[in-house]
């Protein structure tokens, strides 16, 4: 077949080729409709794909957690149980360790009371002031020991320090050496006068009342020290046999079972969550959406299809525009503009063919 030549045919296939060129710019815009079409609805796949999923993890974590939360609220439970039963077993232990000491040192603190009642009875008798029968006395006149040592140095920095730097402090306002040296010269005499009356009065007067009542207060002492390491052994024992617990145990263990069986029966629960819940939820919610999904997706393949056969038209009439046409007249004529141009002077000047239009057209822009 002889090949057409677009520069010896007329006006009629001039206008076949403004229709081409017309038809051709329609598929391009309309394939690029279709393309914003698909893009859209794989956008649309894309989101409801991405609701679906994330609807699944929310209600996966909600109904998992609800589980866990059932399980855990029981064990709590048992877990406050104990708790009371536990301080109820230490108050109860308590008062038992409190009637054991009390029992063990009975015969200490009887003894004790004896002491005390017998050495106001020799100060009684002796006529001595009852102010003077106590530690802080016999830590001062007749030491023993470094706690009364302790009380001595005590006693000295409240003397020689404290008040009288009290004194200056708020009488002297802090100013004037001769003022703090007439306080310390003051308070020393005072404390120094007062020490050696009281001894006069007692020690020196009465040296072996003291002496004795000195003896009573070291057995008081010795026998405290016993009472002291005998509550040391009595609330260090582990043995618990002795103070009637067992119902108190007995509860705890219960408990302490009841939290292992619930224990196990809540890993139980979570495996078959894992196992199988969770399928059944995910298939569950996949099927409420596999309706809008399918109707999508075939939407989309509908689009694809038709855009496959748009692009098809395209190269075709490209092709043949591109043979028949571009190879004559050249690209740069090849557009509705310049054809309704050319058709515009065939008409006017009754020209028969088209490459006299051009030629026209040509000397007309030069």
Do not use: W
């Not at 040192?105 to 029968?133: G, R, V």
């Not at 703090?180 to 001894?199: E, P, S, T, W």
């Not at 009342?209 to 020290?225: G, W």
């Amino acid at each position: 077949m002889k090949e057409k030549n677009i520069l010896t045919c007329g006006e009629k296939e001039l206008g076949d080729l403004k229709n081409l060129l017309l038809s051709l710019d329609e598929q391009k815009e309309f394939n690029t409709r279709l393309e914003l079409e698909e893009s859209q609805i794989e956008h649309n796949i894309e989101s409801k794909e991405k609701e679906q999923n994330e609807e699944i993890q929310l209600t996966i974590k909600k109904r998992l957690s609800e589980i866990t939360a059932t399980y855990e609220e029981q064990i709590n439970r048992r877990k406050n149980k104990i708790k009371k039963v536990k301080n109820k077993k230490e108050k109860h232990k308590s008062v038992k360790v409190s009637e054991r000491i009390a029992a063990e040192t009975a015969s200490l603190c009887e003894e004790n009371d004896s002491y005390y009642e017998e050495t106001k009875k020799i100060y009684k008798e002796n006529h001595i002031l009852p102010i003077f029968n106590n530690r802080f006395y016999y830590a001062i006149y007749s030491p023993r020991g470094v706690s009364d040592f302790g009380i001595i140095a005590l006693t000295l920095l409240l003397i020689l320090l404290a008040i009288p730097m009290g004194i200056y402090e708020f009488l002297a306002g802090g100013k004037g050496v001769a003022g703090l040296v007439a306080i310390y010269a003051v308070d020393i005499l005072a404390a120094g006068g007062l020490y050696f009356y009281i001894a006069t009065i007692t020690k020196q007067r009465y040296p072996e009342v003291i002496e004795r009542v000195k003896q009573i207060r070291l057995n008081i002492r010795r026998n405290k020290k016993q009472i002291n390491n005998i509550k040391k052994q009595i609330r260090k024992d582990k043995d618990e046999s002795i103070y009637g617990l067992e119902e108190y145990d007995k509860q705890i263990r219960a408990f302490e079972e009841k939290i292992e069986q619930i224990s196990k029966e809540k890993k139980k629960a979570i495996q078959n969550f894992e196992e199988v819940t969770r399928e059944i939820i995910t298939n569950e919610i996949k099927e409420r959406y596999t309706p809008q999904l399918q109707e999508l997706r075939k939407s989309y393949d509908e689009k694809i299809k038709e855009s496959r056969e748009c692009e098809e038209k395209i190269d075709q009439m490209m092709m043949l525009v591109a043979n028949d046409y571009e190879a004559y007249m050249g690209k740069e004529l090849l557009n509705c503009n310049t054809i309704d141009q050319l058709l515009t002077i065939m008409q006017e000047k009754s020209l028969g063919t088209v490459s006299e239009a051009i030629q026209n057209y040509q000397e007309r822009a030069s």
